[in-house]
């Protein structure tokens, strides 16, 4: 598996940016995708998650209602719709791979997400 995360950038706040996260190598149709996030000096934390079978998602709370994920099965896609961005929303972006069942049972735990993307900069200028 292997994925490839993209559409980071720079916006002001209260600007919208969508971030697609590609997987290849993936010969299965229920798995977690998860959206995590490091910002300089931070530790990583957990963004949100769907989990592809039922579209069923989780999302940290400082993100509610703000960000949104979807998947595209047939394009093995997944997508974070970021809107109403905030300066303290400005990080590296990563999506990862994860089992169908405890990823998600554990999120925001990275633990049973075992494979990563290389990361996307979203920078929100004030």
């Known amino acids: 598996v292997q994925l490839q995360a993209s559409g980071g950038g720079l916006v002001q706040t209260g600007g919208s940016l969508r971030l697609s996260c590609v997987a290849t190598?993936?010969?299965?149709?229920?798995?977690?995708i998860g959206w995590f996030r490091q910002a300089p000096g931070k530790e990583r934390e957990g963004v949100g998650c769907i989990r592809t079978s039922n579209a069923v998602t989780k999302y940290e709370t400082s993100v509610k209602g703000r960000f949104t994920i979807s998947s595209d099965n047939a394009k093995n896609t997944v997508f974070l719709q970021m809107d109403s961005l905030k300066p303290e929303d400005t990080a590296v972006y990563y999506c990862?791979?994860?089992?169908?069942?405890?990823?998600?049972?554990?999120?925001?735990?990275?633990?049973?997400?075992?494979?990563w993307g290389q990361g996307t900069q979203v920078t929100v200028s004030s």
């Open positions: 990862a791979h994860g089992h169908r069942t405890t990823a998600p049972m554990t999120f925001p735990l990275p633990y049973f997400f075992t494979t």
């Open positions: 190598g993936i010969f299965e149709n229920d798995y977690t």
